[in-house]
């Protein structure tokens, strides 16, 4: 090969590699395919490469199907969205499908071998009134995932890797994976945003969970809601998951003795800064009952209780139990309480002690 033949690939390889992202809206414009990989489905019509801006801001056209490993950067609108993910998705600065009110969109999962997730420091922005489903065959973080606007993010993936950093700044993000781990990564929730739902959450990291807004098992947030729990392992008795001031618990109550549970795995629960809530979601007369909402390590208290909305900090009717190994709620309502209560009218009293 001569000298210029190599300084012409070379030159050809650099200009590829600094050449500017392409911007690209999805058209479905081949009338039989629906890959990524056609150009013709595309606008203007070239073939997407990594580093591409894609959106896809017409529903009407048409899903598409993933089915090229790839590192993009993602805009959703115009309605909701079905991705078939047969391969790899990655995004290198953002995911947004922030324009309010969309509905329901979801990267679907097209076999076991998919992937959704990050490969640069990114951003998800969910907006009001919208919720995305991740449900791909894992959820593979390569670098820091920020998860923004106030909408619902949904982790459903079968399963998840990566030890990058995972921050909810707003919204709600529900961990549904099951006995999966949602990631080797340190967590942190922002004040005003919502970590719950029915998974495992992994965060075997020095610096745990750190939370300033809401933790919520199963996050419906309703009385007579399913039961669930929500699981985390730290790795560490060291570890914690640390409620911070101002931040929040919240619970479901349905019948008697069944409760919304927090289990945490080879950590402890730190309620030690001292101005959190826990906050209850249960029937407007209370059902008397002993209710477990925490299994593990613990310590410190609740400064404040909420039942309903309504500040029954300092009743008598409701028993707190802070055991080496749980946390219980008794409720006992009196039946001139249960009736107040039942109008709405009642400031419950709270007797909380800590038993060793």
Known sequence: MSLKVLLTIMFLAFATAIAPAAN???????????????ADNWSPAQ???????????????????????????????????????TSRLYTKNFLDYSAAGLGVSQLSSGNSGSRVGTDGTSVWTIGTG?????????????????IAGDGLLVLAA???SGNRGIAITAGTTLVNMGTATASNSDWSVSSGATLG????????RAGGISVSGIIAPGGNGTFGATIETLEVTLGSASRAMTMANGS??????????????????????????????????GAVSPIAGTYLIYSGQNTGTFETVLYNGVDVTGSSDIEIAYNANDITVTVIPEPASMLLMGLGGVTMLLRGYRRV
């Open 24 to 38: 690209l809206t999805w058209t479905n414009g081949d009338g039989g395919s629906s890959d990524i990989t056609d």
């Open 158 to 160: 079968a399963n998840a």
């Open 47 to 85: 073939a997407v490469v990594n580093g591409d801006v894609l959106t896809f801001d017409n529903p009407g056209v048409g899903d598409p199907t993933w089915n090229a490993d790839l590192d993009i950067d993602l805009t959703l609108s115009g309605g909701t969205w079905d991705f078939n993910i």
């Open 248 to 281: 929040e618990f919240a619970v479901d109550f349905g019948a008697a003795d069944e409760a919304d549970l927090l289990t945490i795995n080879d950590g402890e629960f730190d309620l030690s800064a001292g101005d959190n809530t826990l906050a209850i979601s």
């Open 197 to 204: 739902g029915t998974g495992h959450v992994r965060s075997n």
């Open 130 to 146: 919208n919720t995305l489903v991740v449900a791909a065959g894992r959820l593979e973080l390569r670098q820091n995932l920020s």
